[in-house]
């Protein structure tokens, strides 16, 4: 995995709120995933954020390959404690697809891919998963909506996972106030990227 410093630099992120899911600690979900790389490759992160669709995330990552990067998933701690709300159902995905149209089982050595499934679902694709060895910050201000370069990061209800692309926003009216915030983990987003789920 490259270091924090470099991909602080990276041109292109995904930044996600970390928060908790369904009666599990922060550790046990990293540990449960960082064992599905370990076992399978690769493990399948759940997210239901507006700002992180399938083609948002696989845009972003064929923009960061096609300049021979590699894109990267930072999970970072809400802006105030109780700040992302637990997610409360265990459901468990079925399948995945990267367009909708074609779909897949999961692999058989992974563990349950588990949320609120139902339109929205969707997940991060990793290779790669490691928590942060040291206390890191990101700056959020350091970043813009990589669907409009014009807008500042927003996180807000719907919207924990965002594409992000590095430009300096820190003089934009409408950034967001709480913009240092601490690296819980990070994850190296591989092939097919984001999918849908069922």
Same mark, same amino acid.
């Given at each position: 995995?490259?270091?924090?410093?470099?991909?602080?630099?990276?041109?292109?992120?995904?930044?996600?709120?970390?928060?908790?899911?369904?009666?599990?600690?922060?550790?046990?979900?990293?540990?449960?995933?960082?064992?599905?790389?370990?076992?399978?490759?690769?493990?399948?992160?759940?997210?239901?954020?507006?700002?992180?669709?399938?083609?948002?995330?696989?845009?972003?990552?064929?923009?960061?390959?096609?300049?021979?990067?590699?894109?990267?998933?930072?999970?970072?701690?809400?802006?105030?404690?109780?700040? @992302? =709300?637990?997610?409360?159902?265990? $459901?468990? %995905? +079925? *399948?995945? !697809?990267?367009?909708? #149209?074609?779909?897949?089982?999961?692999?058989?050595?992974?563990?349950?891919?588990?949320?609120?499934?139902?339109?929205?679902?969707? @997940? =991060?694709?990793?290779?790669?998963? $490691?928590? %942060? +060895? *040291?206390? !890191?910050?990101?700056? #959020?201000?350091?970043?813009?909506?990589?669907?409009?370069?014009?807008?500042?990061?927003?996180?807000?209800?719907?919207?924990?996972?965002?594409?992000?692309?590095?430009?300096?926003?820190?003089?934009?009216?409408?950034?967001?106030?709480?913009?240092?915030?601490?690296?819980?983990?990070?994850?190296?987003?591989?092939?097919?990227?984001?999918?849908?789920?069922?």
């Amino acid at each position: 995995m490259a270091n924090l410093d470099e991909l602080l630099n990276s041109k292109y992120l995904v930044i996600s709120v970390m928060g908790p899911h369904a009666g599990e600690s922060e550790k046990e979900i990293f540990d449960r995933k960082i064992d599905d790389v370990k076992r399978a490759g690769k493990t399948f992160w759940l997210n239901r954020s507006q700002k992180g669709r399938p083609a948002m995330v696989q845009k972003l990552c064929d923009e960061a390959k096609s300049e021979g990067s590699d894109c990267f998933c930072i999970f970072i701690e809400p802006s105030s404690k109780g700040g @992302a =709300l637990p997610a409360e159902s265990q $459901e468990s %995905a +079925k *399948s995945f !697809s990267k367009d909708g #149209l074609n779909w897949h089982r999961f692999p058989s050595d992974i563990g349950p891919v588990t949320g609120k499934i139902g339109k929205g679902a969707q @997940a =991060l694709v990793f290779d790669q998963l $490691e928590l %942060a +060895k *040291s206390t !890191s910050f990101i700056n #959020l201000w350091d970043y813009a909506d990589f669907t409009n370069e014009n807008l500042p990061l927003k996180i807000i209800l719907g919207v924990s996972t965002l594409c992000a692309i590095k430009k300096d926003m820190r003089s934009h009216i409408d950034k967001m106030a709480s913009n240092s915030r601490r690296i819980i983990a990070v994850g190296r987003i591989c092939e097919p990227s984001c999918v849908y789920l069922r």
